[in-house]
């Protein structure tokens, strides 16, 4: 018994080990959205009470011919508020637009939930290489958001 039980484990080790390591494959498009997001926690209490995330979508190289820096804000906050986000880009006040969370521009983030709002920020481009996003939602503390614009 001990010898047909050893030898299934050994035959069933075999296959495993014989299998195919190559991991998952991210397509090109979602590892350029992954490069181009920042995210920042603030925790409060011993949980997550602001979580903001960050995604300069010029990056990517389906928005890449974009004539306008284009940057998708999401946010999570514990208690809710209906507060829209005060934003900066560089030191300069920017407008934001709240996004429905099935809009098309959505698809291409490397992850979204149901319990985030998303903004979109477009301004004009800037040539400095990295943009400065300060966001602020009260009652939470700012927060400064470090976007590359090189891969």
Same mark, same amino acid.
Do not use: H
């Given at each position: 018994?001990?010898?047909?039980?050893?030898?299934?484990?050994?035959?069933?080790?075999?296959?495993?080990?014989?299998?195919?390591?190559?991991?998952?494959?991210?397509?090109?498009?979602?590892?350029?959205?992954?490069?181009?997001?920042?995210?920042?926690?603030?925790?409060?209490?011993?949980?997550?009470?602001? /979580?903001?995330?960050?995604?300069?979508? =010029?990056?990517?190289?389906? &928005?890449? #011919?974009? %004539?306008? !820096?284009?940057?998708?804000?999401?946010?999570?906050?514990?208690?809710?508020?209906?507060?829209?986000?005060?934003?900066?880009?560089?030191?300069?006040?920017?407008?934001?637009?709240?996004?429905?969370?099935?809009?098309?521009? /959505?698809?291409?983030?490397?992850?979204? =939930?149901?319990?985030?709002? &998303?903004? #979109?920020? %477009?301004? !004009?481009?800037?040539?400095?290489?990295?943009?400065?996003?300060?966001?602020?939602?009260?009652?939470?503390?700012?927060?400064?958001?470090?976007?590359?614009?090189?891969?």
């Amino acid at each position: 018994m001990n010898k047909k039980i050893c030898f299934i484990f050994g035959f069933v080790l075999f296959f495993v080990g014989c299998g195919d390591k190559s991991g998952v494959n991210i397509n090109a498009q979602t590892q350029q959205a992954i490069v181009s997001t920042k995210k920042v926690r603030v925790e409060a209490q011993d949980r997550t009470a602001l /979580l903001l995330t960050a995604t300069y979508m =010029n990056n990517i190289k389906k &928005y890449s #011919k974009e %004539e306008r !820096d284009i940057i998708i804000l999401s946010s999570y906050y514990s208690p809710s508020t209906d507060d829209m986000p005060n934003v900066t880009l560089n030191g300069k006040t920017v407008e934001i637009l709240q996004i429905d969370s099935d809009n098309d521009i /959505l698809k291409d983030l490397p992850s979204r =939930n149901i319990w985030s709002r &998303y903004y #979109k920020i %477009e301004t !004009d481009k800037d040539k400095k290489d990295t943009l400065l996003l300060t966001v602020e939602i009260r009652p939470f503390p700012q927060v400064l958001l470090e976007l590359s614009k090189e891969l």
